[in-house]
């Protein structure tokens, strides 16, 4: 089993405690929802594009995540532009369409909303990995039971996560397995023949993993996964100084969030 | 000497089949004693491995009768992970058992379920580590250890727990000559130097012949045969109706007597047929 997704480096994020971490992403996911204005999410955006930066990840994934997104951003904001209810009207491109609750007009503030909402989704797809990115596995499970998530759940959640490259590597191999043997051409073909031949991937993958997930049941039973006692950790963690910091930098701009939304501010 | 483990009569069949893996086996176990259990594939020796700490029938389902006690604990009473604290279990396929994101994690697992005091397991980690010769490995993933370097962290991993008994399930059959010997030598000190009583199914023969203290003969679900690796490995006929291949100096010697050479007692170890085989020269 692999720590997915972690990019060992030394860096500020990747000394804060795991648990300042999750409390900063969850304070920048409140904030994003916050606001509707799209400045205020870009300059969000940056912030969070900054603290890549900052803990030496590779850039270049950001711009991985905005390929698979871009069809998805598109579809949002299309239908955002059409159907926000606002009052500057840019554009008319229909006689209204009440059925559908369409104006017949794209307004300037639907343009704004949509581009928004596109943008919170993109912080949100970039906060993620930063978590991930500069965790161990380890020690994300050690703070979500620090926070009082059940040892059982916070165990199988952070083990499933790390079972992901295992059953990638599996599914290559029956693949090449599969290959030598001619069965299937996973590449060429229309849909139904590419569909057929993935299935022959996916028996073995699937049984697999049952007959792995029994062995794994004994072997964590084994070494008394689930006794009846206090568990103890081995792992430690510690708030310093800079955890400090961030924990009030978070609650500030949570209590500065609400205030400038009072205010009517970063608002469409 | 007291008895470690108590098996008496156990029947056991899986679910959905009505032919028992198990059949009707009893036998005790003193402290301390090496056990090696032999028998053909598909025999139920798996099965029995998975007896010890109770995970037949509980993980397994299917109907068992008969009771297992190991240091004083009954399988049916107690449920996995108490008995964990007295057997250790090491099965067959070395990746599998291995689920934590470094060999530290991974060895550290059972001690904090078992609730030690965290000085303690850094203590039990590291002597367990250094017991199997992986000291500054803490931090590597298991996944990307060599085969015998993983099945060596599975015996740190249940060593560390401090079990009475440690049960091993085939540990070597999917390793390299290498990574079996260094495995094989870590699980004789095991029973040597820490004293503790080593439950192990082997198709090595010749590693049993010369470090059991006692063979157990599994055929078919039933005991067969129960006695020194002396005693056992000299009935030829049977073993070779179990389809078990006994060591080559055995097999070596079973031929010369068939020869007509005056063979009384089977030699176990190529020490012993050395000194045999002059012998005959000479006589």
């Given amino acids: ?44 955006l940056f912030l969070v594009l900054g603290a890549w930066k900052l803990a030496k990840l590779p850039l270049n994934m950001v711009g991985d995540i905005f390929k698979y997104f871009t069809g998805i951003a598109v579809i949002i904001f299309v239908l955002q532009a059409f159907f926000y209810p606002g009052e500057t009207n840019l554009l008319q491109i229909s006689n209204p369409i009440p059925a559908i609750g369409f104006s017949g007009y794209i307004t300037l503030q639907g343009v704004m909303y949509g581009l928004a909402l596109v943008l919170r989704l993109v912080v949100i797809m970039t906060v993620a990995p930063l978590l991930v990115m500069t965790t161990p596995m380890s020690d994300l499970m050690l703070a979500l039971v620090k926070f009082k998530v059940p040892y059982r759940f916070a165990f199988i959640l952070t083990t499933a996560m ?12 029956i693949q090449q397995a599969q290959l030598c043997r001619g069965v299937g051409d996973f590449e060429s073909g229309n849909f ?26 004994v072997a964590m039973s084994s070494r008394a996964f689930g006794a009846p006692i206090q568990r103890t950790f081995l792992l430690e963690s510690h708030f310093r100084q800079a955890d400090y910091i961030f924990l009030a930098g ?19 | 000497m007291q008895n470690i483990i108590e098996v008496a009569n156990i029947t056991y069949a899986y679910p959905r089949t009505d032919i028992p893996a198990l059949n009707n086996i009893s036998f005790s176990v003193p402290q ?28 397994f389902g299917g109907e068992m009768s008969g009771s297992v006690v190991v240091a004083g604990k009954d399988t049916y009473e107690n449920e996995i992970p108490v ?30 379920n078992l609730g030690f005091p965290r000085q303690k397991i850094i203590q039990n980690l590291h002597d367990a580590l250094t017991f199997v010769g992986l000291q500054g490995y803490e931090n590597r993933q298991p996944t990307a250890l060599s085969g015998g370097q993983q099945q060596r962290v599975a015996i740190a991993c249940v060593l560390a727990m401090e079990p009475d008994v440690l049960v091993l399930d085939e540990p070597t059959s999917e390793l390299d000559p290498i990574g079996s010997e260094q495995v094989m030598e870590t699980i004789t000190r095991l029973n040597r130097s820490l004293g503790k009583t080593v439950i192990l199914v082997s ?54 007597r068939k020869k007509g050479f005056p063979i009384t007692d089977i030699p176990i170890t190529i020490d012993e047929a050395v000194t045999l085989y002059e012998g005959l020269q000479h006589g």
């Fill in chain 2, 203 to 256: 198709h090595d023969t010749e590693f049993i012949a010369q470090f059991a203290d006692r063979v157990l003969v599994i055929n078919d679900g039933s005991l067969v045969l129960d006695g020194s690796p002396r005693e056992v490995f000299s009935k030829a006929d049977l073993l070779s109706s179990c389809r078990i291949r006994p060591p080559q100096v055995c097999q070596l010697s079973y031929e010369l």
């Fill in chain 1, 192 to 217: 139904f023949v590419r569909l057929r031949a993935s299935a022959s991937i996916l028996t073995p993958l699937i049984l697999g993993a049952f007959r792995d997930s029994q062995i794994l049941d």
């Fill in chain 2, 32 to 59: 301390g004693q090496f056990v090696a259990i032999i028998g053909p594939t598909g025999a139920g020796k798996s099965t029995l491995c998975y007896c010890f700490n109770g995970a037949v029938p509980r993980l």
């Fill in chain 2, 83 to 112: 008995m964990a604290q007295h057997v250790g279990l090491v099965v067959q396929n070395a990746r599998n058992q291995l689920f934590n994101v470094n060999v530290q994690c991974e060895i550290a697992f059972g001690c904090e």
């Fill in chain 1, 250 to 268: 978070s609650c500030l701009s949570l209590v500065g969030a609400v205030i400038l939304r009072i205010m009517h501010l970063g608002v469409v």
């Fill in chain 1, 1 to 44: 089993m692999a720590d997915v997704g972690y990019i060992n480096q030394d860096s500020f994020l990747h000394r804060l405690d795991a648990r300042t971490k999750l409390i900063l992403m969850l304070a920048i996911l409140v904030v994003v929802l916050v606001f509707t204005d799209p400045i205020y999410v870009i300059a969000i």
């Fill in chain 1, 162 to 173: 790390s079972l992901f490259p295992s059953i990638q590597n599996r599914a290559e191999l």
